[in-house]
């Protein structure tokens, strides 16, 4: 098989949780610049709907569905609808999520449970549903998106989202877990671990923290571009043989001991 086939995803059908905006919009759009058809779903339904437009407008089949990520019932929706439009789920990108800011010690206990059903408990729930339709079909990718901040901690004044590491980290570890779970189905489960990427959670973070910068070997934040190579990758026949990797995309952050 030449490499252009290695990476051409013609054919196949991706589901991207929170595909409207942000990372995933930019992930959506190189699932789909790669050959396939897409999937958005999100609470923000009006906001999928935009996207789905402008890739149709571009010759790609689309479908835009609303989606609490945290409700099962909602998530076995979209594996509904997506399989009566396409017939097929070959990939699934978990990036819906959320964050809170406070000290360690202040973060209410109702903001920990909303990051942590966001963040990982809809992993969970959206991976089991469309596992089992990738097991019927003999193949499937599921790509996981974690953070940087997942690795470790962060000292309070650069990131004081207790939160949110602790949820990034679990994904990391469920990522391992199922894809040994999953690999004798020919199923590969992969996370992609983002470093600091202007988003709707994190703009106005990394606009008034510039010690968060001052971190970043490459000394710029991560743009609309940088995410779009690792999600093919692991979407496409090019990682068969990958299972159970966390890709870091950060300029270099993981780099600093």
């Not at 059908?13 to 789909?32: D, E, R, S, W």
């Not at 202040?106 to 963040?119: G, H, T």
């Not at 470790?152 to 570890?173: C, F, H, R, W």
């Amino acid at each position: 098989m030449d490499l252009f086939e290695l990476f051409n995803l013609k054919g196949k059908t991706a589901i991207v949780t929170g595909g409207g905006k942000g990372l995933g919009a930019q992930m959506a759009a190189a699932l789909a610049e790669a050959g396939s058809n897409v999937v958005l779903c999100s609470r923000d339904l009006k906001a999928c709907q935009s996207m789905a437009e402008s890739l149709e407008s571009r010759g790609v089949k689309t479908l835009a569905v609303q989606c609490d990520v945290t409700k099962k019932q909602d998530i076995q929706h979209v594996i509904d609808e997506t399989l009566k439009e396409f017939g097929q789920i070959d990939i699934l990108v978990n990036n819906s999520g959320t964050s809170w800011i406070a000290p360690a010690l202040e973060l209410p206990e109702d903001k920990w449970d909303k990051v942590m059903n966001v963040n990982m408990k809809a992993v969970f729930l959206f991976s089991q549903a469309a596992a089992k339709a990738m097991m019927a079909q003999g193949s499937g990718k599921i790509v996981n998106i974690a953070s940087v901040t997942g690795f470790g901690g962060t000292q309070p004044e650069l990131l004081d989202t207790i939160a949110y590491n602790t949820s990034k980290g679990a994904v990391m570890t469920f990522t391992k877990d199922l894809a040994a779970k999953l690999a004798r189905h020919n199923i590969q489960v992969n996370a992609i671990a983002p470093g600091f990427f202007p988003t709707k959670i994190s703009k106005k973070i990394l606009e008034s923290n510039t010690a968060i910068l001052k971190q970043i070997p490459a000394r710029r934040f991560g743009d609309d571009d940088d995410l779009k190579g690792a999600v093919v990758f692991l979407a496409s026949r090019a990682s068969d043989y990958v299972s159970g990797h966390v890709l870091v995309v950060d300029g270099g952050i993981s780099s600093l001991v």
